[in-house]
């Protein structure tokens, strides 16, 4: 069983859409979540950060960590076609030499004009 | 932008050859994290450092190394490349990477092709 799943899509939604991305895990010693949005060919750039359980709002963007069924998800409200990309969920543990990112595969998302 | 630069932008190698490369990170971070990228394996990490002393290694295979200098860039060496090192080679920097927050800022990439 690989420690992060994500659903790698494709996603196909039309402009103004509510997205909902997801990953689950199996490690519980994951503390740190985020969601990297990452167009084709480029660099992963971080939308969301979040340490353990919780909801956190930025913008159109809210995440959510339930560390007791290992779940977070990534809602996008009114979509844009600019937010087509492939969003990945990564996750790491906390301290000393446990900051390595373990990422999910990534879902691709289209969002239709 | 984020801030991390990587060059070269691309690279077009034979197999057996040895390539390096850099990394910057962003002004005031002192991890580097290198990762890579493959279609079949995603976004895997290799190795990291902090301050000029590796802290963490990944599944990093022995053909490849990595180093950070006094003034924090970095470079990722790899050598006796296989068509199989073909992929995306990402660098990422935090502010820390041993306590306190772990956000971490990746670089546009080097992508790697061995002939």
């Known amino acids: 069983q690989k420690e992060v799943e994500q659903d790698p899509g494709p996603l196909s939604v039309p402009e103004g859409a509510i997205v909902s991305l997801n990953c689950t895990y199996s490690?519980?010693?994951?503390?740190?979540f985020m969601w990297y949005r990452q167009y084709s060919r480029k660099g992963p750039e971080l939308l969301m950060y979040t340490y353990s359980s919780g909801n956190k709002e930025d913008g159109r963007f809210t995440a959510q960590v339930d560390k007791s069924s290992k779940y977070i998800s990534l809602f996008i409200r009114d979509s844009q076609p600019s937010d087509s990309a492939t969003y990945l969920c990564a996750m790491s543990k906390s301290g000393g030499s446990n900051y390595k990112l373990t990422f999910g595969k990534g879902t691709l998302l289209t969002v239709n004009p | 932008d984020s801030g991390v630069t990587q060059t070269p932008k691309h690279l077009i190698t034979a197999t057996g050859q040895r390539v390096t490369l850099r990394c910057s990170p962003r002004?005031?971070?002192?991890?580097v994290y290198w990762y890579q990228q493959s279609l079949d394996q995603g976004l895997q990490f290799l190795i990291q450092y902090y301050n000029g002393e590796e802290r963490a290694k990944g599944n990093i295979l022995e053909r490849f190394s990595a180093q950070q200098f006094p003034d924090l860039h970095s470079e990722l060496n790899l050598s006796s490349l296989e068509l199989g090192d073909s992929a995306l080679y990402f660098c990422?920097?935090?502010?820390?990477?041993?306590?306190?927050?772990?956000?971490?800022?990746f670089g546009p990439g080097t992508r790697l092709t061995v002939l």
């Open positions: 990422a920097s935090s502010a820390s990477g041993t306590s306190g927050t772990n956000e971490q800022f």
């Open positions: 490690n519980s010693a994951f503390q740190y």
């Open positions: 002004s005031g971070d002192l991890s």
